[in-house]
């Protein structure tokens, strides 16, 4: 079963950019998790899932869903807290999740370990024909 204790665990030992993830709340974090999961479930439907490939891709999650980048799906151009930061975004630095759905977040090692326990070769991308 799903928990935030097995995501902190897996997170903090496998994955290398955790700030995002620590940062978040716990409620946050249970949210993640659930839309990580959802999202695992529908893009991969006949395949069983991996609890660990759901903490991966809610590492994942948890940056793109962070108060800075949410700043920057929400229209702002750049942020200053004089003294102490200043951030300015690059255009189309990362994707207004609402116009793409979250399947576009996963990462290549989250296909792996779907591949790995389905005995199957998942890819990213699709390869398919032009059409001209």
């Not at 576009?104 to 699709?126: G, H, Q, T």
């Amino acid at each position: 079963m799903l928990s935030i204790v097995d995501a902190d665990a897996y997170i903090e030992t496998n994955v290398i950019d955790i700030e995002d993830w620590q940062e978040a709340d716990q409620a946050k974090k249970q949210r993640i998790i659930n839309a990580a999961n959802t999202t695992l479930q529908k893009r991969f439907k006949k395949y069983e899932i991996p609890e660990l490939a759901v903490y991966h891709f809610a590492a994942i999650l948890a940056i793109v869903f962070s108060d800075i980048n949410r700043l920057q799906q929400h229209g702002v151009a750049g942020i200053s807290v004089t003294g102490v930061s200043s951030t300015t975004f690059k255009e189309n630095n990362v994707k207004t999740p609402g116009g793409t759905t979250l399947h576009k977040f996963i990462p290549e090692e989250v296909y792996d370990m779907i591949s790995e326990l389905n005995n199957v070769k998942l890819a990213p991308r699709r390869i398919g024909r032009s059409v001209r």
